[in-house]
């Protein structure tokens, strides 16, 4: 299915689609290496006008309605609630105009900031699954999270 984000701007940042403009984009290309995210989002602070991380949807299953977010942000720019801001706004955008109505995320057992991000933006923890962070990753435990359209949680139901 052919799919072309569009740009989505929240209080203090771009969440800028990949192909807009020609910019360098260093920061992005390290973290893309280091972790394995998708590009369809670079995040660019307004206050700093570059490129800090990214962020996207790493799995789209169009006939589920469900897909799996994904992110990263250099280590100079945590801390500063920026990916909590940035994942809200592009999950506002799968619910709203990709058609979702669940979106879900990995998160290595270790990774409490993450898990925190996951939280905040009121996803829920499900269990524990079996993966790869990418392709050459080794196989490890990861917790997942899920959130449904409007907020709603599977175990709700
Ligand atoms: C994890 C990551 C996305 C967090 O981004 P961020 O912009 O710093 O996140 P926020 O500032 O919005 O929120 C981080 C939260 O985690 C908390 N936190 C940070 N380090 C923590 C730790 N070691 N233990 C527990 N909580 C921690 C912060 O206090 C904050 O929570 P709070 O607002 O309740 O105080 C970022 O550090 C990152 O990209 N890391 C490397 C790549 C990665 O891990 N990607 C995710 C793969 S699933």
Redo the contacts with the bound molecule.
Sequence with gaps: MAWMPRRLETPRLILQPTGEGERSDPAGDA?RER?GLPNQWRIVPKALDRVV?LVGFIRWEPDRRCAEI????V?A?????????ACRAVIDYGFAEMGLSRIE????LA????A??LE?IGMRREGTVRGR?HSKAPEEDFRLYAIERGGRHAADR
């Design positions: 973290l972790v991380g994904g992110f990263g942000l280590q720019a945590s801390g500063q609630g920026l990916m909590t801001e995320a990995r998160c290595q990774n409490l900031a993450s925190r991000v905040k962070v």
